[in-house]
């Protein structure tokens, strides 16, 4: 039979929404286009994520062209993947890393690899005839907790925040549809709040759709999202619980060993302790990366001392290893799904189901540099992950993710669940 076989695999070079390229591949079968996926990019990246191939000519997009790797998937990749069953996912995946040959794809290229996983995927789901999340999980049934990041900082604006993103999580609402409602409410509160003080210019939006304001430390941005929080007519620890994405990484100081925050030094203790202050005034219910990305001790005793999430994100780098190394200390509690940090869609669904059987919580994640394409919202309803962080629904390659839940919760009927305040293990 031919029905599955691959017949051909491209890829071409496409922007996204920052304006830099990336990869775009298509998995063909049985001669007929089937699938095809695009790759993000993240700006925020760890020192561990698998390599993003760019050509380096700097007459080209500054250096950040991926023809080359565009190059890999029309030659080698296409030429080892030919005639292979689209439906065995994981052989089509080891086979590329195998061919790639080193530890972290950079031969290759994750982003060429990665393109073509996703691709091969989505080919498969539209042979079976099925949408991708059924494909992947037919169990699938738990919408998630949209993370909204209101206000921006760090390295996804050009602003003095340094901590990257504050969130609202509207654990209260009864299905993704209203969740959407409330979170938009309360942005336009905020968006008030903002041009109140700072001016509309202030209103201007980093990378992932939240505010970017001239607000500096930690405390005013929770006074102004408790504010819009209230004015809105919605109340804290039942309508909605807070979050940050805190991108430690990016502001610490690795030869003094301290933390820099809004013009004061912390070492890891004190840093600590200001998380505790913040918690112990407002409802926050997740904390993803506290402190630096190779703090795996300072994790723990942060997992212990925080009665809440504590999500490893540049300390996990979707990679099982460093997973593992985490669970055995006991640092975090959930981990951050990007498959573009790992490289394949098996490798990432295996991190995933290895954090589940070790009682860790999974938090699907878009990146900073996405395209229109929503394959993380097929992903997070195949995983039953319970929470999402996809940006604010104002921009499209942000509302292309929002939009594609809207209708797999749709699809879904009655049997959709969403994850409210279960979001950290949904039932």
Same mark, same amino acid.
């Not at 941005?221 to 929080?229: D, G, I, L, Q, T």
């Not at 909605?240 to 030869?255: T, V």
């Given at each position: 039979?031919?029905?599955?076989?691959?017949?051909?695999?491209?890829?071409?070079?496409?922007?996204?929404?920052?304006?830099?390229?990336?990869?775009?591949?298509?998995?063909?079968?049985?001669?007929?286009?089937?699938?095809?996926? #695009?790759?993000?990019?993240?700006?925020?990246?760890?020192?561990?994520?698998?390599?993003?191939?760019?050509?380096? #000519?700097?007459?080209?997009?500054?250096?950040?062209?991926?023809?080359?790797?565009?190059?890999?998937?029309?030659?080698?990749?296409?030429?080892?993947?030919?005639?292979?069953?689209?439906?065995?996912?994981?052989?089509?995946?080891?086979?590329?890393?195998?061919?790639?040959?080193?530890?972290?794809?950079?031969?290759?290229?994750?982003?060429?690899?990665?393109?073509?996983?996703?691709?091969?995927?989505?080919?498969?789901?539209?042979?079976?005839?099925?949408?991708?999340?059924?494909?992947?999980?037919?169990?699938?049934?738990?919408?998630?907790?949209? +993370?909204?990041?209101?206000?921006?900082?760090?390295?996804?604006?050009?602003?003095?925040?340094?901590?990257?993103?504050?969130?609202?999580?509207?654990?209260?609402?009864?299905?993704?549809?209203?969740?959407?409602?409330?979170?938009?409410?309360?942005?336009?509160? +905020?968006? #008030?709040?903002?041009?109140?003080?700072?001016?509309?210019?202030?209103?201007?939006?980093?990378?992932?759709?939240?505010?970017?304001?001239?607000?500096?430390?930690?405390?005013?941005?929770?006074?102004?999202?408790?504010?819009?929080?209230?004015?809105?007519?919605?109340?804290?620890?039942?309508?909605?619980?807070?979050?940050?994405?805190?991108?430690?990484?990016?502001?610490?100081?690795?030869?003094?060993?301290?933390?820099?925050?809004?013009?004061?030094?912390?070492?890891? #203790?004190?840093?600590?302790?200001?998380?505790?202050?913040?918690?112990?005034?407002?409802?926050?219910?997740?904390?993803?990366?506290?402190?630096?990305?190779?703090?795996?001790?300072?994790?723990?005793?942060?997992?212990?001392?925080?009665?809440?999430?504590?999500?490893?994100?540049?300390?996990?780098?979707?990679?099982?290893?460093?997973?593992?190394?985490?669970?055995?200390?006991?640092?975090?509690?959930?981990?951050?799904?990007?498959?573009?940090?790992?490289?394949?869609?098996?490798?990432?669904?295996?991190?995933?189901?290895?954090?589940?059987?070790?009682?860790?919580?999974?938090?699907?994640?878009?990146?900073?540099?996405?395209?229109?394409?929503?394959?993380?919202?097929?992903?997070?309803?195949?995983?039953?992950?319970?929470?999402?962080?996809?940006?604010?629904?104002?921009?499209?390659?942000?509302?292309?993710?929002?939009?594609?839940? +809207?209708?797999?919760?749709?699809?879904?009927?009655?049997?959709?669940?969403?994850?409210?305040?279960?979001?950290?293990?949904?039932?």
């Amino acid at each position: 039979m031919t029905k599955f076989k691959i017949s051909k695999i491209t890829a071409r070079e496409i922007i996204d929404c920052r304006g830099w390229p990336t990869v775009q591949a298509d998995v063909w079968v049985d001669g007929k286009l089937k699938g095809r996926a #695009d790759v993000p990019s993240g700006r925020s990246t760890g020192t561990h994520e698998a390599h993003e191939l760019r050509d380096g #000519d700097q007459k080209r997009y500054q250096g950040l062209g991926v023809l080359n790797a565009v190059s890999n998937v029309n030659t080698e990749i296409n030429d080892v993947l030919m005639g292979m069953d689209v439906a065995d996912q994981r052989k089509i995946d080891m086979t590329m890393t195998a061919l790639d040959g080193t530890p972290n794809k950079s031969r290759l290229g994750a982003n060429a690899i990665l393109g073509v996983s996703l691709a091969a995927a989505r080919a498969a789901a539209g042979i079976c005839g099925v949408p991708l999340f059924r494909y992947i999980n037919a169990a699938g049934h738990v919408t998630p907790v949209p +993370l909204m990041n209101c206000l921006n900082g760090g390295k996804l604006t050009a602003n003095d925040l340094e901590i990257q993103e504050f969130i609202i999580m509207p654990v209260g609402a009864e299905s993704y549809t209203q969740a959407l409602e409330w979170t938009t409410a309360i942005n336009e509160v +905020l968006r #008030d709040l903002v041009i109140e003080k700072y001016g509309i210019i202030a209103t201007n939006t980093g990378d992932e759709g939240g505010f970017a304001t001239p607000m500096k430390g930690i405390w005013e941005p929770f006074e102004f999202m408790s504010k819009a929080v209230g004015k809105a007519g919605f109340s804290e620890g039942e309508d909605i619980f807070y979050a940050m994405d805190l991108a430690a990484n990016s502001w610490f100081e690795k030869e003094k060993n301290i933390y820099l925050l809004d013009g004061t030094s912390y070492d890891r #203790d004190a840093l600590i302790d200001l998380y505790k202050q913040v918690a112990n005034k407002y409802p926050v219910a997740s904390m993803e990366d506290p402190l630096q990305e190779e703090d795996f001790e300072g994790f723990a005793q942060i997992t212990r001392e925080l009665d809440m999430q504590i999500v490893g994100d540049d300390l996990f780098v979707t990679n099982i290893e460093r997973l593992r190394q985490g669970i055995k200390q006991g640092a975090a509690n959930a981990m951050l799904f990007k498959v573009n940090q790992i490289g394949t869609l098996s490798e990432a669904m295996d991190a995933a189901e290895f954090a589940y059987r070790n009682n860790y919580g999974v938090q699907v994640s878009e990146r900073s540099g996405e395209t229109e394409d929503p394959i993380i919202s097929d992903l997070v309803v195949a995983l039953n992950s319970g929470q999402i962080k996809t940006g604010m629904p104002i921009r499209g390659e942000r509302t292309s993710k929002h939009n594609r839940i +809207l209708q797999i919760e749709e699809e879904l009927g009655a049997s959709a669940v969403y994850a409210g305040k279960n979001f950290r293990k949904p039932a």
